[in-house]
């Protein structure tokens, strides 16, 4: 049972072609129910590692990397079919460059940095979620959902750049401390 929640990050990841499929197939419906399925698995594994503590090392690594695989494959393909537009991608995806470009400039110049996500950062992949669970909900069974794409891409927009700033500001006050102690 302790490999329950590595195996629902599995499943995630084998739920990232299908949905990608589904969405440049044009079968919306069926790719909202499989990115449900997908992140109705990440909150299991994650209530399942904390209660039971039955979370490990492969699944810290994973977890995150199979939500972000999803994630902008999803922004990606929605783009390519024209449900949200390509500037928006540009943002996600330069939000996740930018952490990652960050975390390798801190390990090379201090080494090892242990990376947790932040609030922020917990807030801008949820918004994230929100906005391609809507997308999809609208373009399979709710056209009328359309008034609220909007303000979701606004509160994606904002959420990725707040949560980018506090992760430079975060990793600065870690390099800033790591220099005081030499």
């Given amino acids: 049972m302790h490999r329950l929640p590595n195996l629902l990050t599995l499943l995630r990841f084998l739920l ?10 044009g079968a919306y419906g069926e790719a909202l129910l499989l990115f449900v399925l997908a992140g109705s698995s990440d909150a299991l594994d994650g209530f399942l590692a904390r209660r039971f503590g039955w979370g490990s090392r492969l699944g810290a690594l994973l977890d995150p990397l199979a939500d972000k695989l999803l994630l902008v494959s999803g ?24 952490i990652v470009a960050g975390a390798l400039c ?6 090892r940095l242990e990376i947790s996500p932040s609030r922020l950062g917990k807030l801008s992949t949820f918004l994230q979620s929100v906005l391609v669970s809507a997308v999809l909900l609208q373009a399979s069974l709710m056209p009328a959902a359309t008034a609220l794409l909007p303000p979701l891409i606004a509160l994606v927009v904002l959420g990725s750049l707040v949560s980018a700033v506090g992760y ?6 870690k390099y800033r401390r790591h220099k005081d102690f030499r």
């Fill in 106 to 111: 801190y390990r090379w110049r201090v080494g």
């Fill in 168 to 173: 430079v500001r975060e990793w600065t006050d």
């Fill in 16 to 25: 990232v072609p299908p949905v990608a499929w589904s969405i440049l197939a």
């Fill in 75 to 98: 922004f990606v393909c929605l783009s390519l079919a024209g449900l949200i537009p390509g500037w928006l991608v540009l943002v996600v995806l330069a939000r996740d460059v930018l």
